[in-house]
């Protein structure tokens, strides 16, 4: 069907999947259920696909600014459980929508399947990029930096900022985590949660523009 949409599209590649033992891939796929069945609660809009098992596609219309978020909090939900993955936002239009997110076509695809190729081959986790050449200019710059937290968050860090994407007080989150505040402050620190967030800003207050 012929649209042109502006949308943000997802594409993800769990890193060294084909290592996994049944027990670790099965634990795996629970917990991409889990994720995107909350995750499509809270945005309505969104379309994901799983496919060869360890990859994902996803689109966002309405919620395009949540792109960078979902992202996030998927590779830190994934980290604090010692998964990794590959993933890339392409932020343009949809000018072909069929029946599978795949299948479907136009720049915000050709600005997400390319870059998340270029992960693989770069060893990177994390990369953004659109239908211009200043957009893409500016988020690669924000992707090597986000990248650089990602690749060093523990899985203890992970989790804080799984939950602070949610925008879970420190406090609360100190209770679910079952330790102090200062502690959560700490992990959050050393995860470069200001950067992070700032970075966040930026991408949501862009987006609708783009």
Do not use: C
């Amino acid at each position: 069907m012929a649209v042109n949409h502006l949308a943000a599209v997802i594409s993800g590649d769990i890193v060294g999947s084909s290592q996994l033992k049944p027990a670790a891939r099965k634990k795996l796929q629970q917990l991409f259920d889990n994720f995107f069945t909350n995750a499509a609660v809270q945005w309505p809009d969104m379309q994901a696909q799983q496919y060869r098992g360890d990859s994902l596609q996803a689109i966002l219309t309405v919620n395009r600014l949540a792109a960078l978020r979902i992202v996030l909090m998927f590779q830190s939900y994934l980290l604090k459980e010692k998964y990794k993955i590959r993933m890339a936002i392409g932020v343009g239009t949809i000018n072909f929508k069929s029946g599978q997110v795949i299948t479907s076509d136009g720049s915000a695809f050709q600005a997400s399947g390319p870059y998340l190729d270029a992960l693989a081959k770069s060893g990177d986790l994390i990369s953004i990029a659109g239908n211009n050449d200043e957009f893409t200019s500016e988020w690669q710059v924000h992707s090597a930096s986000l990248n650089y937290f990602i690749e060093h968050w523990s899985p203890q860090q992970a989790e804080a900022i799984y939950l602070q994407l949610q925008d879970h007080t420190q406090a609360a989150i100190a209770t679910m985590l079952n330790i102090k505040q200062p502690s959560v402050h700490q992990r959050l620190q050393g995860a470069g949660w200001p950067v992070v967030n700032k970075i966040l800003t930026r991408f949501e207050s862009v987006i609708p523009m783009v």
